[in-house]
């Protein structure tokens, strides 16, 4: 099938409502989690804020505007390589430089759901990686890879989305070696449902938070807290994320959306 025909045969799917639209995003405003770091590790994120510009008022008679306070890491978001110092100096690592090809890409889901629920600290490792590929075949270059845990599911309060106690955050993610296997896979990038792309436990792994560390130092992307990855198929689905051009942005908010058959 030529290219030409395969942009057709979508057009006319999206047409027909055969080529579904899911929306992998979570809600964004005032309520939405952000991620704490405690004092040691500096500055943190502030809420949204939604300022009232006018609502048909006296303010403006006909229109309703506002304008935000919204951190660039806040909600359903991506991250740049130039988020992490692992990948500062890098070429087109910002939002505004990486190449728009890399917003549209074919998206593998590996289901812990089960795990997570059992073991909020739940840990992917390179072993489970390949049972997946066993049995869902491989990880090709250029896929995105995304854990779902079904953590979204927390994200209607701050507490149980960071589900932090008195020796830290007790949330899912990957450890390094399995960051390290996809890399080498050649993967475009590493996301998942809770409030970063990595575990809660990440800080005290080698390196610190591998999943920003490492995928950053590669030149490759993350997404963070998306939701209802449990829509989505293993394979077949194509990821559409698209992050806001911020002149020298870290990250941007998305709206992450998945199309599917
Ligand atoms: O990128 C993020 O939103 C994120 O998760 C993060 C940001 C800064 C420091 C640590 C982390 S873990
Ligand atoms: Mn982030």
Redesign the pocket.
């Known amino acids: 099938m030529s290219d030409t025909t395969a942009l057709a045969t979508l057009a006319a799917g999206l047409l027909a409502g055969s080529i579904k639209v899911v929306d992998l995003t979570a809600p964004l405003g005032p309520e939405t989690p952000v ?1 704490y ?1 405690p004092p040691q590790f500096g500055n943190n994120t502030p809420n949204v804020k939604v300022h009232k510009i006018s609502a048909y008022d006296q303010d403006g008679p006909f229109w309703a505007w506002n304008w935000l306070e919204l951190g660039e ?1 806040t909600g359903t ?1 991506f ?1 740049a390589p130039c ?1 992490w110092i692992t990948g500062k100096d890098l070429p087109e690592n910002t939002t505004d430089t990486i190449p728009p090809q890399n917003f549209v890409a074919p998206v593998n889901v590996i289901d812990r759901s089960r795990e997570a629920a059992e073991n909020p600290d739940y840990l992917l490792t390179v072993e489970s990686i390949q049972e997946w590929e066993a049995e869902h075949g491989a990880i090709e270059a250029g896929t995105w890879v995304l854990l779902r845990t079904d953590w979204y599911k927390r994200n209607g309060s701050t507490e149980t989305f960071l589900n932090a106690d008195e020796n830290g955050p007790h949330s899912p993610g990957p450890t390094a070696e399995a960051i390290e296997y996809l890399i080498g896979k050649g993967i475009i990038g590493w996301g998942q449902e809770t ?4 575990a809660g436990s ?1 800080g005290g792994m080698n390196p610190p ?1 591998p999943a ?1 560390n490492l995928m950053h130092k590669a030149n490759r992307y ?1 997404l ?1 807290s998306l939701s209802h990855l449990d829509k989505l198929p293993p394979k077949g689905a194509i990821l559409i994320a698209a992050p806001l051009k911020f002149v020298q942005g870290t ?1 941007s908010p998305v709206r992450a959306l998945a199309l599917l058959a």
Do not use: C, W
Not at 195 to 198: A, K, L, P, Q
């Open positions: 991620l770091l890491h978001h991250d988020h409030i970063g792309t990595d990440a938070f920003h993350g963070a990250g």
